[in-house]
């Protein structure tokens, strides 16, 4: 990720890009962690990909990542996912989310 966006994710969302590490590091884990969903979102000029997940705290996720030349993955974005986009999650994976209420 680049550093200013990551300040200035985390003053807008209150979210660091550098957590995401986390969301993908433990899908490697060998115990029960919450779904994840992911879609291509690319365009014309980027390849892009969003997920949505769950925090530490039980709340949906969602999460932008593109991949780099240079590098094997970059974060764009983490934030709290949408009303609607919490909804679809909910719905596809059954999960419900602690702050939604």
């Known amino acids: 990720y680049d550093k200013n ?3 200035a994710n985390r003053k807008k969302h209150g979210y660091s890009l550098e957590s995401a590490v986390h969301f993908f590091t433990r899908l490697l884990l060998p115990v029960p962690q919450p779904p ?10 980027e390849q892009r990909h969003e997920h949505m997940t769950v925090d530490d ?3 949906v996720v969602f999460l932008v990542t593109t991949m780099r030349a240079d590098e094997t993955v970059r974060v764009i974005s983490l934030r709290r996912a949408h009303p609607d986009e919490r909804d679809a999650f909910m719905s596809l994976t059954d999960f419900t989310d602690v702050g939604h209420a």
């Open 5 to 7: 966006k990551e300040d």
């Open 36 to 45: 994840l969903i992911t879609r291509d979102a690319s365009t014309a000029g």
């Open 57 to 59: 705290q039980g709340k």
